[in-house]
């Protein structure tokens, strides 16, 4: 076994100025990708900002504080345009919904976190379907069914780069 | 887990204990603004604006860079096959301008029979000119950001057209953009009628970037692949004679149509006066749920 002192070959590297405030940060940046050019006619793109929020959470359980999705939830109503306190409430119960996970949980690996992540993005293209059909825009239940499956397939994408992230900003 | 017990610190435990109940909190007042949303949708119509002004100019500032880039390679497109394309163009030339002398003979006819009928002829002023930026792209409602808000005059209700047809119109104006809801939103429904026989029709959006097309009245399915249908100016929202889309497909009871103004390659559009000012306001006034 090598001694870690000897095989670290960057030394007197810790956290980035402000590591605590890097998950907050990075999930308001995937929520501002709606400035993005992009004029779909489908909307089916994924919700940038709820993947990256669960994918810091399920990384890390103390990546913020868990009441911190309220103010980020607001932020993606704001920049994406969606009622205001669809996403203040949504990313809230999700995050709640990981707490209690967290403590029923025996055991974790990739495929759980990935069924745990699928199941919640379920729940928020549900509640989003539900909240236009009271706003006057009723679409049959499968219109969720496409961006909910690239949704699902697109979290091991944020999963990676939300552990890029966090490599990076603990200066490992 | 880590979450289950922060060891013995007390001060930790009640550190945990508290942000539970700040999310709780954060829960129960996030759904009491979903309920604001759903009632008074107005409330929030400045703070809504102040977002769209904020991000906007961004969407706008890349939009540029992005057609110049596409502009690039479709213009080198452009000269292949050149010898061709000038032929053609020249052949289309010749039978528009026959088709522009019948036109305005038609015109001409028809302003004086309406002369003589003593219609009313309601000047139709564009309000502002802008282009479309940026679109909903991860939600089920179909809505757009157009580059113009309140400081050119746009208002909420007013209808948003391209030179190919109807677009949608204004739901939430900030001082520099404004958002539009698309003619293909499932809560955009448009008066229509079928430019082929003159039939009033309903078109309501479908989420996908297509409308739906219901007859009003019940009987033969009065579609056909290719029709074009055009606003008919019924309720006074939206403008008489816009085209809004061609029939792509029949269904048992009406058709699916794709719009004719598509809000991804529309360079410019332009905010007009509703047809019947009055229609908006009563609208805001009897639709609250409306957004």
Same mark, same amino acid.
């Given at each position: ?69 309220? +103010? ?7 920049? &994406?345009? !969606?009622?205001?306190?669809?996403? *203040? /409430?949504? @990313?809230?119960? =999700? ?44 679409? +049959? ?7 909910? &499956?690239? !949704?699902?397939?697109?979290?091991? *994408? /944020?999963? @990676?780069?939300? =552990? ?9 | ?291």
């Amino acid at each position: 076994m090598v001694r870690a002192a000897l095989a670290q070959r960057k030394v007197n590297q810790g956290p980035v100025s402000g590591a605590q405030y890097w998950p907050a940060i990075s999930v308001m940046l995937a929520s501002l990708f709606v400035v993005l050019p992009i004029v779909s006619m489908n909307g089916w793109f994924p919700n940038f900002g709820f993947l990256v929020l669960l994918a810091w959470r399920l990384l890390r359980a103390d990546a913020f504080p868990t009441w911190w999705a309220a +103010p980020l939830g607001l932020f993606n109503d704001l920049a &994406l345009g !969606s009622p205001i306190g669809l996403s *203040v /409430a949504v @990313w809230t119960a =999700a995050m709640l919904v990981l707490d209690i996970a967290d403590r029923r949980t025996q055991w974790r690996g990739y495929w759980l976190e990935w069924i745990i992540a699928a199941v919640l993005l379920l729940g928020q293209e549900a509640a989003e379907w539900r909240v236009a059909q009271i706003m006057g825009a009723s679409l +049959p239940f499968r219109s969720v069914v496409p961006p909910l &499956l690239i !949704s699902v397939l697109s979290f091991p *994408v /944020a999963a @990676w780069v939300v =552990a890029r992230i966090d490599w990076w900003r603990l200066g490992r | 887990m880590a979450t289950a017990r922060p060891g013995w610190s007390r001060k930790a435990q009640y550190g945990l204990f508290f942000s539970f109940l700040a999310a709780i909190a954060g829960l129960l007042i996030g759904l009491v603004l979903l309920a604001v949303s759903f009632v008074a949708p107005k409330s929030y119509a400045a703070v809504r604006g102040a977002a769209l002004d904020a991000t906007a100019p961004v969407t706008g500032g890349l939009r540029e860079v992005t057609a110049t880039v596409s502009g690039l390679f479709s213009g080198a497109g452009d000269y292949w096959d050149a010898a061709h394309q000038n032929a053609q163009l020249k052949r289309e030339r010749e039978l528009m301008i026959q088709r522009i002398v019948e036109a305005k003979a038609i015109s001409q006819e028809n302003r004086e029979l309406k002369a003589a009928l003593q219609l009313r002829e309601r000047s139709r002023t564009p309000v502002a000119s802008g282009r479309i930026v940026g679109s909903s792209f991860s939600s089920p409602r179909r809505f757009a950001i157009f580059s113009a808000g309140s400081s050119d005059g746009v208002r909420v209700g007013m209808p948003l057209r391209s030179p190919s047809g109807l677009i949608g119109r204004v739901m939430d104006a900030g001082s520099l953009a404004s958002r539009v809801l698309l003619v293909s939103d499932r809560a955009s429904i448009v008066p229509a009628r079928i430019l082929r026989t003159g039939q009033p029709v309903i078109s309501q959006g479908r989420g996908d970037g297509t409308v739906d097309l219901r007859p009003l009245e019940v009987g033969r399915n009065p579609f056909r692949p290719g029709d074009i249908v055009i606003t008919s100016g019924t309720g006074g929202l939206y403008p008489p004679l816009i085209p809004i889309a061609r029939v792509v497909r029949l269904d048992d009871d009406g058709a699916i149509a794709r719009p004719l103004a598509d809000p991804g390659s529309t360079s410019f559009a332009v905010v007009e006066q509703p047809y019947e000012p009055a229609a908006v306001a009563e609208e805001a006034s009897a639709r609250p749920e409306d957004e």
